[in-house]
């Protein structure tokens, strides 16, 4: 048998599995095994929480993928495509360029990505759990919250500091969630200025019951231990967005949290979506031998395989026990092939469940058997001990354990600097994204939705908004610039999303970047209000009314899904400038305009003539645009729009009523200030 080239995509459980035992199978003279992996080691998912709580230490459940798979090839390298037709795989090298390999079998085991947009806030502000790098920044999180809490003389805020809020209650929200409570109770006597009723961790979970994978009698045992423990459980509810703040329910319960863990949300691998083959739900398609549909030397196993499992003729769950399994008969299946033998078909009756939920406790149920408490518990250490991959690993895990029952936690914690840091950011309408009087920490930048100024401006009086941001706009600069705290308040007016630049990657990069530092010093010089340079302009302004100058729109609203040519049409029949754009509930979405048309006649130039006539509005609208209510004041909308050199602004009902109303015109705001001060100098000169 000639040697064969066999690539494995993917290092976790079912590419570890699969590699080992073909290694097992295959001589190296019989085959060259290739495993691609973008670390150079394989997760041990059970003990994340472990290294979250300071259980163990962070390497501890990473086993190098070398020593996992000796006298098979590892590679750092990230796979871009895979041509199966071709037998070509397409990976980025090392040097950042493009390259194949010619395969004779692949096996695609690179299990599933993370998913955390599904809740608006949580991608922006949850913690995800999925690697080593997420426990450890967790664990940095816990003792940074600690310290900070310890020296906070503000009762609410230190409350704030030590709520940790875990959303999911499935295996790695239960275990997170228990490790958190674990380590904040072993640190109590490290923190006396802390009270224990002040920390607080909060596990949500849409469904009636935590674990859905095992018994009703483990799932009662477990909420019933945990809340024993101080864990509060919240059940049947939702989590509708996660900000700054905290979490908000589906009922409108809001947690106040410094801390949010994420651990519900997965999401196809990107390289998996990119694949040419058959999918459901974003896994690939396999026959009953694990083959991918349609191909006889491509296989797929793991969390991104459909496999069906013959023991139960049911999808194989994306748990480790499966992927470990498929990786195993995956590698028996393609050397009974090579030998000219039948396949079988994936079969594997499940061992059991395991879970540890804090406090030396677990719940177990294997083989039929139900266990809970600290015996399951002790089996739970002892069956992933053995599990690991690497004796060297299961020494060092021992170990780690042997001291954690002897000694107390570490609490050591790594300082994360936010000064340097670029990160994006989720506030919910009405929250303050800072105060007047914070300290100056970040630069702003707004991606979606509308911000407001508020300002007391005279002492005893109600604050009032004094400027408004939209999309594209930054707010934050003067404090950063003159060092000193907030002197106004910015407060969400619409659902907003951040990008959050910190204050030493600000420095730099207004030092680095000419034009960003003129483009912040232009911006200061522009916000000197009108109040300052034209103090009786704004005081007619701030005592007039908008609607008294809001015009009708010149011609009707586009919508969104009117084609690019019927949009040329309505402006020359109307001799338009500009379209307002509207969406099926009649909301303003977009503005059209002339400058928009031009720039779109020298992109399709170069398109083919059928994908001309698919271009649509909403395609080449400037989305989003700056509006204003009818409400709002005359004298903000006139710094607005001279501000941003604007001639015209549309006009909305409300904050929730994005209907238009009509639009604003700057000359008809000059106008209004030209006729109230001619009016009163003709009063003044009929009383002289």
Avoid at 30 to 58: D, K, T, W
Avoid at 111 to 121: D, E, H, I, Q, R
Wanted: with cysteine.
């Amino acid at each position: 048998m000639a040697k064969k080239t066999i690539a494995i995509v993917g290092g976790g459980f079912a590419g570890v599995a699969c590699g080992r035992r073909l290694r097992r199978l295959m001589s190296t003279e019989e085959a060259h095994i290739v495993v691609f992996s973008e670390e150079n080691y394989m997760v041990f998912q059970p003990l994340l929480a472990e290294v979250a709580g300071s259980s163990i230490q962070a390497e501890v459940p990473a086993t190098p993928l070398r020593v996992a798979l000796p006298d098979v090839e590892c590679r750092r390298e990230k796979v871009i495509d895979i041509h199966l037709p071709e037998n070509t795989l397409v990976f980025e090298s090392f040097d950042g360029l493009k390259r194949t390999l010619k395969y004779d079998h692949v096996i695609i085991a690179c299990g599933s990505g993370v998913n955390l947009s599904a809740v608006p806030g949580m991608a922006d502000h949850a913690f995800p759990f999925r690697t080593v790098a997420d426990a450890v920044a967790l664990r940095a999180q816990i003792s940074q919250q600690l310290e900070q809490a310890a020296v906070c003389e503000d009762p609410v805020r230190r409350e704030f500091f030590l709520t940790f809020a875990v959303i999911g209650g499935g295996f790695s929200g239960v275990e997170v969630a228990g490790e958190i409570n674990d380590l904040l109770q072993a640190s109590e006597k490290y923190y006396p200025t802390i009270k224990p009723e002040e920390s607080q961790v909060i596990l949500i979970h849409s469904r009636e019951q935590l674990l859905p994978e095992v018994s009703s009698t483990l799932r009662d045992f477990t909420k019933k231990k945990m809340e024993q423990n101080g864990v509060k459980i919240v059940l049947k509810q939702r989590v509708k967005m996660v900000t700054a703040d905290g979490v908000t329910l589906s009922d409108g319960t809001h947690f106040h949290a410094a801390t949010v863990v994420g651990t519900t949300g997965t999401a196809p691998h990107p390289f998996v979506e990119r694949m040419k083959a058959e999918k459901d739900k974003g896994r690939l398609k396999t026959q009953p031998d694990m083959r991918l549909l349609g191909y006889e030397n491509a296989w797929a196993i793991g969390d991104c395989a459909l496999v069906l499992n013959s023991f139960d003729n049911e999808p194989s769950p994306p748990t480790g026990q499966f992927a470990e399994r498929q990786g195993k008969q995956c590698a028996a299946n393609l050397f009974a092939l090579l030998q000219g033998k039948p396949t079988k078909p994936f079969y594997f009756k499940p061992l059991g469940m395991l879970c540890a939920i804090g406090g030396h406790n677990a719940v177990a149920e294997m083989m039929g058997v139900k266990l809970s408490g600290f015996i399951a518990w002790f089996i739970w250490r002892t069956v992933y001990l053995l599990k690991i991959p690497s004796f060297s690993r299961k020494v060092k895990v021992a170990l780690d354990w042997t001291w954690e029952l002897m000694f107390s936690r570490d609490i050591t914690g790594v300082k994360i600097d936010h000064a340097n840091r670029v990160h994006d950011a989720y506030f919910e309408a009405g929250s303050f994204i800072f105060k007047k009087g914070d300290p100056a920490t970040d630069f702003y930048v707004i991606e979606k939705g509308e911000v407001e100024v508020m300002r007391q401006i005279e002492d005893g009086q109600e604050p009032e908004m004094v400027a408004m941001f939209g999309p594209g706009d930054f707010f934050g600069e003067m404090a950063l610039v003159e060092d000193r705290p907030r002197n106004a308040s910015v407060r969400a007016r619409t659902d907003v999303e951040l990008t959050i630049i910190g204050k030493g990657m600000f420095a730099k990069m207004s030092k680095i970047l000419a034009p960003l530092s003129q483009q912040v010093n232009n911006a200061i010089r522009k916000r000197t209000t009108m109040r300052q340079k034209l103090p009786r302009s704004s005081d007619i302004l701030k005592h007039s009314v908008l609607k008294d100058v809001i015009e009708p729109l010149p011609s009707q609203p586009l919508s969104e899904n009117c084609t690019f040519t019927s949009a040329v049409g309505q402006f020359e029949r109307e001799k338009a400038d500009f379209f307002c754009v509207v969406d099926e509930k009649a909301n303003l979405s977009g503005v059209l305009t002339r400058t928009d048309l031009l720039s779109t006649l020298e992109m399709i130039a170069a398109m083919p003539e059928e994908e001309r006539g698919k271009i649509k509005v909403k395609d080449i609208m400037t989305q989003n645009p700056i509006w204003v209510t009818v409400d709002d004041s005359p004298l903000l909308v006139t710094e607005m729009m001279r501000e941003r050199s604007m001639k015209r602004m549309p006009v909305v009902y409300d904050i929730n009523d994005r209907r238009i109303a009509g639009y604003i015109r700057l000359e008809s705001l000059m106008a209004l200030v030209m006729r109230k001060i001619q009016a009163e100098r003709d009063a003044l000169r009929e009383v002289n």
